[in-house]
């Protein structure tokens, strides 16, 4: 599971952080949504080396958690125009590309089989988390 999981954070990083210079343009000197993509990227890298070096269940909780806010982020902004909200930009692209699909299936996949992991380690619990 550690690997599956491992591997769809780093699919979903390396999008983000191939994608980010592009879409900072939008707010060269705020936030903007490239830095936000190089956040979710540098998180994303950070979420997939603990679970490879640790395989306990809060890294896989912090998968589940990263996958699931990515994925949910992806879809609203596609899918639903929300405003600027303070200093987050206003992100709205009504359109799928390869990128961001294979970043979106890979954040799904992750947050699944993270969950998978969770509720497995919750059913076999045998003491404190490794």
């Given amino acids: 599971m550690s690997v599956v999981i491992a591997s769809a954070l780093l699919v979903d990083a ?5 994608l980010a210079p592009q879409y900072q343009l939008s707010a060269p000197g705020g936030i903007g949504a ?11 890298i950070a979420a997939a080396a603990w679970v490879m070096l640790r395989g ?6 912090a998968a ?6 990515a994925l949910g982020a992806v879809i609203v902004y596609r899918y639903v125009n929300v405003p600027m909200l303070g200093p987050l930009p206003a992100m709205y692209e009504p359109v799928w590309f390869t990128e961001k699909t294979a970043s979106a299936v890979a954040e799904a996949v992750a947050a699944l089989v993270a969950a998978a992991a969770v509720l497995a380690g919750a ?8």
């Fill in 56 to 61: 306990s269940r809060n890294s896989y909780a």
């Fill in 64 to 69: 589940f958690l990263i996958a699931i806010s």
């Fill in 123 to 130: 059913h076999r619990h045998v003491g404190a988390d490794r």
């Fill in 14 to 18: 390396v999008v983000h952080l191939h």
């Fill in 34 to 44: 490239g830095n936000l993509f190089r956040i979710q990227g540098v998180v994303a």
